[in-house]
C-alpha cells in the first residue's frame, strides 16, 4: 500500500486543522495515511513514506516552530532527498516568507515538492481552505 505520512506541528490548532483536511482528501482505496504530531515523529516516518507532508505555521519571525518542528525538518535534511513532499502551515500578518524560504529549503535538499509554492492559509482555515487541504490531500494520495 502507498504510504502517506503527514507531520505536524500546531500551537493553536490552525495548522492541525489544515493537516486533518489533508488526511481526509488522501484516504482512499490503497493509500495508507499516518497524520503525526511531530513530537510523535522520527526521522523513520520519513524514510517509510512514499509521500510525505509536513506542516508548521509561520513562528519567530518568519521561521518554523524552534524548539520541535526546526530541529525535526533538521533531521530529515539528509532523507528527503527525492521524496516526494508537500508543505503546508497557517500564518497570520506576515506575506509567506517562512513558506517560500521552506520551500526552497526542502528542493535544496532534493525533495521532489508536489506543489512548488506550499499550502497556506491565514489564521484558522475558512472553508475555501479546508477544500484547498482536501485537495492537496488528494493529489498526495495519486503522486
Ligand atoms: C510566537 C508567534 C510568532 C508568530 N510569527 C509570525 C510571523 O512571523 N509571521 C506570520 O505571518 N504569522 C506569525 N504568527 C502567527 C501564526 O503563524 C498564526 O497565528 C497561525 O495561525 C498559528 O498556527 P497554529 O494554530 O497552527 O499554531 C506568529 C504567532 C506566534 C504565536
Redesign the pocket.
Known sequence: MKKVNIIY????????AMANAIAEGAKIDEVEVSLLAVNQASADHVVNSDVLALGC???????LEEAEMEPFVESIESVVKGKKLALF??????????MRNWVERMENCGAQLIDDEGLM?N??PDDEAITNCKELGEKLAKA
Open positions: 506541528w500546531s500551537g493553536t490548532g490552525n495548522t492541525e505555521p509561520s513562528m519567530g519571525q518568519e521561521v502551515g497557517s500564518y497570520g500578518w506576515g506575506d509567506g516568507e517562512w492559509a489564521n484558522e
